[in-house]
T-cell receptor, first 110, second 114 residues
Framework: DAKTTQPNSMESNEEEPVHLPCNHS???????IHWYRQLPSQGPEYVIH???SNVNNRMASLAIAEDRKSSTLILHRATLRDAAVYYC???????????FGAGTRLFVKA | DVKVTQSSRYLVKRTGEKVFLECVQD?????MFWYRQDPGLGLRLIYF???????EKGDIPEGYSVSREKKERFSLILESASTNQTSMYLC?????????????FGSGTRLTVV
């Protein structure tokens, strides 16, 4: 199964943009890149996903490298409520197994 | 909105007990999953089910079993609880293979085995 690599933690100031990186150098052509976040004492929640093209939604933007070996989740203006663990995972058309790594813990300073 | 409901937020059980963790989803999703989450290890898949009465092992199925008698309900069973099964357990569901709509998770059950 393809694996993702993320920094353990990142820090941001409130109302500044945040770029959360994810490396997935062994990604296959049928792997979708998904991002989830987990707030304290809650289960993970879906943020955004993509295959090849950059994606935008009301929560965030996803920038995918041309070779698809890395991606970046962009929070345009971080708020204190965005402090969470962010997971980058790969979902494959060929199966159900999903590997969640340890994710990136985002700290947001007021 | 899809809801995934786990029956207990906190549970304390004794070593050797048989433990049932229940999960119910209300949006007719085909697939359901059980994960455990431990500090530094992320989420690890225990079992999943893609249809009623169907189940597949995940990465760490040892010591666990599952039951899916109805589409909306997926139960995780610890046959004989041990202290190394103390963990946060997360249930999730998805439509199809989760590629387009992703997974919806419950709030988790924090199980302590003493």
């Amino acid at each position: 199964d393809a694996k993702t690599t993320q920094p353990n933690s990142m820090e941001s100031n409130e109302e500044e943009p945040v770029h959360l990186p994810c490396n997935h150098s062994t990604i296959s052509g049928t792997d979708y890149i998904h991002w989830y976040r987990q707030l304290p004492s809650q289960g993970p929640e879906y943020v955004i996903h993509g295959l090849t093209s950059n994606v935008n939604n009301r929560m965030a933007s996803l920038a995918i490298a041309e070779d698809r070996k890395s991606s970046t989740l962009i929070l345009h203006r971080a708020t204190l409520r965005d402090a969470a663990v962010y997971y980058c995972i790969l979902l494959n058309t060929g199966g159900f197994k999903t590997i969640f790594g340890a994710g990136t813990r985002l700290f947001v300073k007021a | 909105d899809v809801k995934v409901t786990q029956s207990s937020r906190y549970l304390v059980k004794r070593t050797g007990e048989k433990v049932f963790l229940e999960c119910v989803q209300d949006m007719d999703h085909e697939n359901m999953f059980w994960y455990r989450q431990d500090p530094g290890l992320g989420l690890r898949l225990i079992y999943f089910s893609y249809d009623v009465k169907m189940k597949e092992k995940g990465d760490i199925p040892e010591g666990y079993s599952v039951s899916r008698e109805k589409k909306e309900r997926f139960s995780l069973i610890l046959e004989s609880a041990s202290t190394n099964q103390t963990s946060m357990y997360l249930c999730a569901s998805s439509l199809s293979r989760g590629l387009t709509y992703g997974y919806t998770f419950g709030s988790g059950t924090r199980l302590t085995v003493v």
